[in-house]
Structure formats: C-alpha cells, structure tokens
Nanobody, 122 residues
Framework: QVQLVESGGGLAQAGGSLRLSCAAS????????MGWYRQAPGKQRELVAR???????NYAGSVKGRFTISRDNAKNTVYLQMSSLKPENTAVYYC????????????????WGQGTQVTVSS
C-alpha cells in the first residue's frame, strides 16, 4: 500500500502564503505523477497542479503564476507553494500520487491523501 500524508494547511490572510507538503510512504517500486487537487464546499474536486517524476508541471489557469509545485524524488515528497492567496482558494487540498506497489507489480494506481484544509480570509 501507499500512504500519502499531507501537512501545511491552515489559515492565511488574502495576499499571504502557505506551503503544503505531501510525503508518500510504503513499499512501492515507482512513484510517477504527483499532484494537488482541491475541493471547495459544494463544488467538485479540481486539479490545482501536477508534476511528473521528471519535473514537468501543469497548473490550473487560476493559480498560474501564484502557486508552484515541486517534488523531491529522493524523499517521495511533493510540495505546493501558494502565494498571493485569495479567499476563493479556500478548500480542502488533496495530495495525489500515481504509484505502483510490489504486491501488484507492474500495475500502478491512484492514491489520495486525507486532505488538508486551507482557509483564506479577506
């Protein structure tokens, strides 16, 4: 199994910054794409940013230029640096990873973290 543990959420003021971290643990032979999604009350879960194992990134249009995704492959950890936060960024942020475990080699599956709340006040 693969466990994703998020940290770094909390309360920020509009214009402020927060940094999210997500560490993957378990007995896996590969961790491919990693990413962050968010779900605001009454809305569907949506992509915020993703990053491949090679470092290629893509972002939701609404966060381009303000959020930066990065990863440390040696630590199997993905980060989301959020700057110039807006109240509309308030949501539960979920970490996602595409990974494969030895028990199910060579298949890969989607794994999700438990979510971390980000609240931006105006």
């Amino acid at each position: 199994q693969v466990q994703l543990v998020e940290s770094g959420g909390g309360l920020a003021q509009a214009g402020g910054s927060l940094r999210l971290s997500c560490a993957a643990s378990g007995t896996f032979f590969t961790v491919n794409d990693m990413g962050w999604y968010r779900q605001a009350p009454g809305k569907q879960r949506e992509l915020v940013a993703r990053i491949t194992s090679g470092g290629s990134t893509n972002y939701a249009g609404s966060v381009k230029g303000r959020f930066t995704i990065s990863r440390d492959n040696a630590k199997n950890t993905v980060y989301l640096q959020m700057s110039s936060l807006k109240p509309e960024n308030t949501a539960v942020y979920y970490c996602n990873a595409v990974a494969g475990t030895y028990s199910d080699y060579p298949r890969t599956h989607d794994y999700w973290g438990q979510g971390t709340q980000v609240t931006v006040s105006s």
